[in-house]
């Protein structure tokens, strides 16, 4: 990366969403390229116990990345999972000397401007044309946007949502690990609590089935929400789930610039006997890997806070 500042490429990247807001991601410089690396260190081993969603995360930020070159002035080339005896090199990054691609750049200065919403959405109905922009920007990346059509479809996955938040709640040690991830603002990661609050929540959370209240809570999400869709790949392997997440992210910014914001649901497929009942739900074949409810955002909210640069970035010895 000789001609380009790569604390500011790194710094967009680490924007990407992530499981937990656990930013499971490395970046190792060298001389003309960035490895993407996979932190497992940071896995969530109850939630996502092959580090399915870790990985969509690294593709998120890998989509990023490569909206930071391009914002940079350059072409990007791109090797996912290069090294066959590393998996936990899931990308090598090259920036070329040629003109960029120019929906990356406007995507770029998007970037800090998305949020998850977990708030109800305005009642503004999502239009035919801008559905089919979401479809095509997850196509670009390999992946598919199904969205779950009719009023009787939509209240049944809003049922799966539910029994997936009670499945989740019932299991102390999804709930355990939950809580270790309840941090306040300032630890630069997590789900993030008013400090007052924390150590409140955090037992809470630790301690007590919740789930009904939950499950209530985001049926109804789910049942209102402007647009229910499930990111859905052929196969469910790495290669898979990093096209999972580049597409995640290539589709929030295209939302974004079109005035959306979007927010997960994705109990259904995070317990594995309620996959297929999804899968046959949105009448997809392959594998959801992601399951989301988008619509119009009634105001803005604060972001959420990254981890400094100095955590995730090494130095490639003699930066070969
Ligand atoms: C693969 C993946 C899975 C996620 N799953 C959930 C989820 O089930 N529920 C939820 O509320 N947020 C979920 N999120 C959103 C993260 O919690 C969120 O990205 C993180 O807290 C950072 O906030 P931000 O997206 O506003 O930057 C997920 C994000 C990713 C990338």
Redesign the pocket.
Known sequence: MTDLSWPKLVSLAC???????TQPWRFRIRASRIDLLADRTRALPV??PDD???V??CG?ALFKLRCAIAAAGQAADVATLPQADDPDCVAAVTARIEPPDHHLVLLASLAGA?????LPFTPRPVAPVVIDALIAAAAAEGARLVPIVGEDRRDEVAALVADGDRIQWQDSRWRRELAMWMHPRRSGD???VPALAQPVAQAVVRTFDLGNGVAAKDRDLAAHSPLLAVIATDDDGAGDWLRA?QA?QRMLLVALELGLQA?????PI?VPALRPRLAALAGTAGSP??LLRLGYPNGS?P??P?RPLEEVVEMAPGRT
């Open positions: 924007l990407a969403p992530s499981s937990h807001n939630n996502d399915r969603e870790l969509i995360s998120a998305r949020r998850t919403w977990r997590g789900l993030v997440g995640l927010s997960y649901l994705n109990q995070e890997q992601l909210l972001a959420t990254r």
